[in-house]
């Protein structure tokens, strides 16, 4: 059986239910209609409406970007790249796997699916944290209003438990797959076939890291310096580290001198930001970081650590270029291997195709545009400033996914 | 003679901490050598951590640890392939990685004989009949054998006469159980098992059946964790008490123990504490900083065996949590470090991008 989280007329349903005669010949919404920007918005006014609501930053971070004149900009934007003699159409109904404890991000992807005019099953984890446990509810809310009918026909957020026979019914019906989850998940639903006109977006395990030009920063005033670390922060440890989009190397650059004198600097500052946010290590995050830490120590013959173990403190490991893509397994709650380049083209020949983010401070565009042309499609999905690592965009991956959700029309 | 034939020669719980303490430093100080020498990622630790192998160490809190969840990502071994007698692995389901222990002879002697000295200075010299809440399908394979197995073998010695109360499905064989009871009940029976298994298969199953029978002069030995009982709300005083009331078993003794250190046991005394053998000591720690924290503090437990030759598990970072009760003064009379468990780190929840199908295995952690 199905359990239903909204809309919640029926909370408990089965397969054949879910996926009515009756929801498979619903019509698509319009592309871009006000309803759905409208529904957004309104979700975005609930989040915002709660008291200490700067205790859930990731729910911050969402109702920031599903407000209308952010939405407004996104539609904009996409919208320049379709000429007149195409037209822009929903695909039909989505099916989503969503990761279980990134609590917020299939939300994104849900909310561009919604946009577009696609009927939307969401399957989420059998374990609800509290962050989406709120935007449950309120969705909820919304749901129960009569102007929100049409949306509420068309929108559902589910969870089973592992489920063959749910998951490859919803497979065979819908017309976008779209896989949060990373490797494991997408190879285990693709087992499921679909439909062969079927769209699918993979989100695979991904890898990101940070990059530093040691000069640059060191030139930063005290204060200026002070606010990247509350960037980088951010970036760092929401999601405890584990977000695809999370830095877990850190690389600076120049000449050996500036890069230790950066490091310490950097990391010390970022340490001065877990005191000041009281921020400390549970139990079960300082014992993964102690044995992570003998992990690489029992492997490695070039390693640096110098710093000791703290729950006050980020642990920090000082590895060689030649070595560090032997890291690339992280326990997160704030564990980084930092590593010294003498430039910016030295990371090119460090890229792996499953990278992700790259994160930057003290780099022009021109030079990491050089730097995207020298990788050439090896990889590296974003380059966004410190602190902005964690902010979604409709381009993710590598896609942009209001082009994959959509069928676009060619009319001459 | 070694320091370590001198642990052994003395009687257990009879050498006071500070003359004990001495020995074990002597003998840790060589173990840390040996296997810096003779283990390269062990090697590997200390040089990278910056801890220097030939400073002469003076207090067991000097000593460097490793945590035990080592042994299930890194083949951690001291000898050649060709000197392994055994390999002990812990009881993990397959989708789990289980730790893996590389056994000479020297060792697995050493663990016989320590396990021999703690047992029987607990419940004398004669063996007993001996109930065995398990079946013994666990044991069948000798040269590969999990942390259960390696338990009941070890702990089998002590018996004669064994009964191995379960099948293979874990059902009680009441027949031949209720026959041994009543062919030997006039005498001390040894019944042996893991705790959850004694609760579960064994007095859950002889009360639904209706299976009484009074054995007042037995000693029942369990170990094995209590996560599973404490889900159920059974405490060490409960588990006690409703053996006792049912079977009438006044000497239960639990003890704490684990694969990646065979043969120092820690035994609880009839007082509920447990107590340092001659050839181990504990020590517990902050997990803010990873120092030693004062008598009396919660903290995690890191455990110091003199018995590892083939392996660097002299000095291990476990994941439990416990606090020392003190040193000497049991008032059950035995020397040593005595002390209580609290339970288990809790796994820090893994959060992720790539983590939809990953599911959480309730393994039940046992030890021997």
Known sequence: MITMLAPKDKPLISIDELLSPDLLKTENLPTFSELSINFLAQLSNKIFEVKHITNFPELVALAYWIRKTNISTIIKNFSKEISSSEIITPRGVAFHIAPSNVDSIFLYSWALSLLVGNINIVRISQNVGSQLALLLLFINDLMKEEQWNEIKKRNFIVTYPHDDQINSVLSANCDIRILWGGDETINKIRKFPSKATTKEIPFADKFSYTIIDSSKYLALNDYRKEQLAKQFYNDAYWFDQMACSSPRFVYFTGSKKKNTLASKTFWFLLETELVNREKSDSMGIAMNKLVHLYETASTSNSMQFTTGLSIIKPTVVRIPKIDINKFRDNCGGGFFYECFLESIDNLAELVQSNDQTLSYFGFSKSKLKNFIKKVNGKGVDRVVPIGQALQFDQIWDGYSLLSELTRKIALR | ?368
Not at chain 2, 221 to 239: D, Q, T, Y
Request: aromatic share 10%; with cysteine.
């Open chain 2, 1 to 368: 003679m070694q320091p370590i034939d001198k642990l052994f020669q003395a009687e257990q719980y009879s050498i006071p901490q500070v003359k004990r303490d001495k020995l074990l430093v002597a003998e840790l100080n060589s173990l840390t050598k040996f296997h810096y020498n003779n283990c390269p990622p062990y090697k590997n630790i200390l040089d990278n951590l910056g801890i220097k192998v030939n400073r002469r160490r003076l207090n067991i809190s000097d000593f460097p640890f490793i945590p035990v969840r080592l042994f299930k990502t890194q083949k951690i071994q001291s000898i050649p392939d060709s000197d392994v007698l055994k390999v002990l692995t812990s009881s993990g389901t397959t989708s789990q990685a289980v730790s893996r222990i590389a056994l000479n002879r020297e060792t697995s002697i050493y663990q016989v004989k320590a396990l021999v000295q703690i047992i029987t200075s607990f419940i004398g010299h004669k063996r007993l009949p001996m109930i065995i809440i398990d079946t013994d399908t666990i044991i069948k394979n000798k040269s590969s054998m999990n942390a259960r197995g390696a338990g009941l073998v070890g702990l089998s010695n002590f018996g004669r006469n064994h009964l191995y109360a379960l099948d293979e499905n874990m059902n009680l064989k009441k027949d031949e159980l209720t026959e041994f009871v009543n062919k030997f009940g006039n005498e001390p029976i040894l019944i042996f098992g893991f705790t959850y298994m004694i609760w579960q298969y064994f007095y859950e199953e002889c009360k639904k059946n209706n299976i009484k029978f009074d054995i007042p002069n037995s000693i029942l030995i369990h170990s094995g964790g209590w996560k599973k009982l404490i889900e159920i709300s059974v405490s060490n005083k409960v588990f006690k008490s409703s053996l006792e009331s049912y079977f009438g078993i006044k000497r239960i003794y639990n003890f704490y123990g684990m694969v990646e250190q065979v043969g120092s046991i820690y035994m609880e005394c009839e007082y509920g504490h447990l107590h340092t053998p001659n050839f181990a000591e504990i020590i517990i720690r902050d997990y803010h900083d990873w120092k030693v924290l004062p008598y009396g503090e919660k903290g995690i437990i890191q455990t110091l065996s003199v018995l590892p030759r083939s392996y660097p598990g002299h000095s291990l970072l476990t994941e439990d949590i416990g606090h020392v009760l003190g040193v000497d003064s049991c008032p059950c009379g035995r020397k040593g470090t005595y002390f209580l468990i609290e339970g288990r780190i809790a796994k820090a929840e893994i959060r992720g991008c790539s983590d939809t199908h990953a599911e959480t295995v309730n393994n039940m952690e046992l030890a021997g």
